[in-house]
């Protein structure tokens, strides 16, 4: 039986990126392909794939005021 696929592009290039701009970005307890992404008493939560890039990069922007684009 094969592992489990996780997407190392999507936690390499966002997460990461989201981690040295002073968000805590820790993986949920039950599903390690989805993530908590906390920063200023605002969370949410999002699966690591690259289909959840645009309502993250709209979530960032509206409520914690931070442009994934521009880092």
């Not at 190392?8 to 966002?14: H, I, L, Q, S």
């Not at 990126?17 to 969370?43: A, D, S």
Request: glycine share 8%.
């Amino acid at each position: 039986m094969a592992g489990k696929h996780f997407n190392r592009k999507f936690v390499n290039e966002v997460i990461g990126t989201l981690k040295k701009n002073g968000f805590v970005c820790e993986p949920l307890r039950t599903n390690k392909n989805k993530y908590i992404i906390k920063r200023n008493g605002e969370e949410i939560i999002v699966h690591s794939g690259m289909s959840c890039y645009h309502p993250l990069r709209r979530w960032l922007k509206t409520y914690c005021d931070f442009d994934l684009e521009e880092v």
